[in-house]
């Protein structure tokens, strides 16, 4: 721990604002650009694929897909379909895999073109010849036509649908999106301060209300869609049964040293509990509202899912926290700072377990672990946590956490059994008659 370079896993050609990880695929998502602004940096979406060799990650380049003038600031993955915020809007893209295999005839006129540079994934070799050779490879050289070996996995990604999803009339901006867990509803929130949400996949609109008063900073729903928690700049963390105000939560009630609004939400998520089934559990983070000459603490908490009474709250450093994401299982939260820094907390006791101070060069702006499928088991290999991060420095790192060694429970009690065989022989010995 402490403040040190980490590695980077991949570097892209615009600033990174958002991460996610394809649970069926495996393949990491993240997305970025430079807006509209006419600055030659340029809006995409790219899809890595993610390889861990000898005990290290590595990432790779597998397609690129332009976003024309609009930069991907947020986005969530339901299924095959991506939903990203771009200015004041919602846009569904569809992603789909193609395996092509065999040889393929690539016309002169298509490699001129380009298209395969667009797909950013094609490794091909031309076909090697016998005697000859050199004569071969000018008569190839010379040809319209060459038979190429094409073994690679393709990507294609197109929109299948938009929707508005910010009505500010200055600088409509989607702040936050999530889709539910069933994949039955698309939830928005912005700089308006309206909640927003469509049924999926026909993009119905069900509600729109005035959650907050001010941009939203951050949304979350729970597992069976009951309820809908959002935060906002106008320091208020609200529970919602549909469009109605269930409850407002308040963090510090049994913390008199800190004032009110001298605080302010900034991100809230659900998360499972380990081991145990049906429990659920709230994380938010607080930030000061100002910043002071000597920076005062940020605040993790953490709340009954169900009924959103306050369990646990633990200081969580004085680097603002600019990022939260929670692990499949439950087990590990992680932090990104303003400052560039990344963490990674125990859920259940808001304990630092991993710290490196300043990995990115500037604001850690979205963070994802490895899921718990097949694929993201696969990639953790031997590390018991494995989470990406992303910053506006258009780094993407990787962040492990190596299995804790812990003994099986049969060896603790032989152990405890051998220690009590022990202590019974060494008294016989010390005092004969002892039995």
Known sequence: MGKRRMPDLYRAPFPLYTIKVDPKT??????????????????????????????????????????????????????????????????????????????????????????????????????????????????????????????????????????????????????????SPDLSLLLAGGTDGHIRVWEYPSLKEKLDFKAHEGEIEDLDISPNNKHLVTVGRDFACSVWSGNQLAMSLCWHEKMPRITEKTYRYMSCRFGKVEDQKDALRLYTVQIPHKRDRKPPQCYLSKWDGKNFLPMLTNPCGTEVISALTVSDSGTFLGLGTVTGSVAIYIAFSLQKLYYVQESHGIVVTDLAFLPNTFKGQHMKGNYEAAMLSVAVDSRCQMHTIRNRRSFPIWLVLCFCVLMLVGAVLLLQHLFPGFM
């Open 26 to 179: 495996g393949w990491v998502i993240t997305a970025g650009g430079g807006g509209a602004s006419k600055t030659g940096i340029k809006n995409a979406v790219h899809f890595l694929g993610l390889e861990l060799v000898g005990g290290q990650h590595s990432a790779t380049l597998l397609h690129s897909h332009d976003t024309d003038t609009h930069a991907t600031m947020n986005m969530a993955i339901g299924g095959d379909v991506i939903a990203a915020g771009q200015d004041g809007r919602c846009s569904l893209m569809r992603f789909r895999q193609h395996q092509t295999r065999g040889k393929a005839k690539v016309g002169k006129e298509r490699m001129e073109s380009g298209v395969d540079n667009e797909q950013g994934t094609a490794r091909r070799r031309a076909r090697k010849g016998g005697k000859g050779g050199d004569g071969a490879a000018e008569a190839a050289a010379g040809s319209d036509v060459s038979d190429m070996k094409d073994d690679t996995t393709q990507i294609s990604v197109y929109t299948i649908g938009e929707v508005q999803s910010d009505l500010n009339p200055q600088d409509p901006l989607q702040k936050c999106v999530r889709f």
